[in-house]
């Protein structure tokens, strides 16, 4: 009988394939920011006009910030004093959201717009 691996394990585990996968994926938190800083959004996803029957409470108690739908009115009042909501709130009215301008600032992409020296530009 030889050693047990204990690296490279992760195929089976469903919590870890799971969280790789993008198909039930959050929204990002410039998504949300939008979503609550428009008043018309912030409407039309806490009063639904239609009733969907596969979400949680048919659609009608949403939690914009968590981006989560609750089964009833009291989970979603639950939820709301909860301190995972009020971090997540929190995190997103203050923290200004990133811009694609940043984003590809970040990734080296961008417009150089330098100074160039004398000497730089001869060798």
Do not use: W
């Amino acid at each position: 009988m030889g050693r047990v691996r204990h690296k490279r394990t992760h195929h089976a585990r469903r919590d870890v394939s799971r969280g790789a996968r993008t198909r039930a994926r959050k929204l990002d938190q410039d998504q949300v920011h939008a979503n609550l800083t428009d008043p018309s959004k912030s409407l039309a996803l806490t009063h639904p006009s239609t009733l969907d029957p596969s979400k949680a409470g048919l659609g009608q108690f949403y939690c914009i910030a968590c981006d989560r739908h609750m089964p009833s009115a009291q989970h979603l009042e639950a939820h709301q004093k909860s301190k995972v909501h009020k971090r997540r709130l929190k995190r997103v009215l203050e923290e200004e959201p990133f811009t694609p301008e940043e984003a590809e600032r970040a990734a080296g992409i961008g417009v150089d717009n330098r100074q160039r020296n004398a000497a730089a530009m001869e060798a």
